[in-house]
T-cell receptor, first 113, second 112 residues
Framework: AQSVAQPEDQVNVAEGNPLTVKCTYSVSGNPYLFWYVQYPNRGLQFLLKYITGDNLVKGSYGFEAEFNKSQTSFHLKKPSALVSDSALYFCAVAEGATNKLIFGTGTLLAVQP | DADVTQTPRNRITKTGKRIMLECSQTKGHDRMYWYRQDPGLGLRLIYYSFDVKDINKGEISDGYSVSRQAQAKFSLSLESAIPNQTALYFC???????????FGEGSRLTVL
């Protein structure tokens, strides 16, 4: 069965510093991997996805994620954090485009000025 | 206008009442989903539908039912609400070729 883990409930980082939000996954076949962001009182917004191709995926708002097949990881990164990046981030995985998308428990990113 | 619209956005009700949450979309996607969000638990899948005649249970379907009235409409019902169904509910549609989900703004339900 497919699963996804976000080991950190919260990540704290100072503005201007690089940030990483961790995600590991487990699927039987080729993974479809996603990152979504949720701002307070809002729905989830798509950030980026990995389906195939380059292991480094670039997305919205300067975020990127690196697919690592050997470590079954898909960590979200940004070179320089902004206070406005503070939000709840969800990693999700599916076995292909049509199978169920399973979400992690979310990581709260807090960027201090 | 939003691509995925949920109504109501907020609802407070009492134990035992019947509640319906409605979702409509203009994405033209066949696949629609209902998720529930609880703090520390992330999003859990309640029901999903691949088309009007194809309804499937998710991880936590007990206590819920759904109706796919048309390609664009997918409603979630709680026949007899209980307090542990207090949560934030999200409807989503899915793009078939990429697997990407598009979410509504959420419906916050409180059951007293």
């Amino acid at each position: 069965a497919q699963s996804v883990a976000q080991p950190e409930d919260q990540v704290n980082v100072a503005e201007g510093n690089p940030l990483t939000v961790k995600c590991t996954y487990s699927v039987s076949g080729n993974p479809y991997l996603f990152w979504y962001v949720q701002y307070p009182n809002r729905g989830l917004q798509f950030l980026l996805k990995y389906i195939t191709g380059d292991n480094l995926v670039k997305g919205s708002y300067g975020f990127e994620a690196e697919f690592n097949k050997s470590q079954t990881s898909f960590h979200l990164k940004k070179p320089s954090a902004l206070v406005s990046d503070s939000a709840l981030y969800f990693c999700a995985v599916a076995e292909g485009a049509t199978n169920k998308l399973i979400f992690g428990t979310g990581t709260l990113l807090a960027v201090q000025p | 206008d939003a691509d995925v619209t949920q109504t109501p956005r907020n609802r407070i009700t009492k134990t035992g009442k019947r509640i319906m949450l409605e979702c409509s979309q203009t994405k033209g996607h066949d696949r629609m989903y209902w998720y529930r969000q609880d703090p520390g638990l992330g999003l859990r899948l309640i029901y999903y539908s691949f088309d009007v005649k194809d309804i499937n249970k998710g991880e936590i379907s007990d206590g819920y039912s759904v109706s796919r009235q048309a390609q664009a409409k997918f409603s979630l019902s709680l026949e007899s609400a209980i307090p542990n169904q207090t949560a934030l509910y999200f409807c989503a549609t899915r793009q078939l070729n990429t697997g990407e989900l598009f979410f509504g703004e959420g419906s916050r339900l409180t059951v007293l």
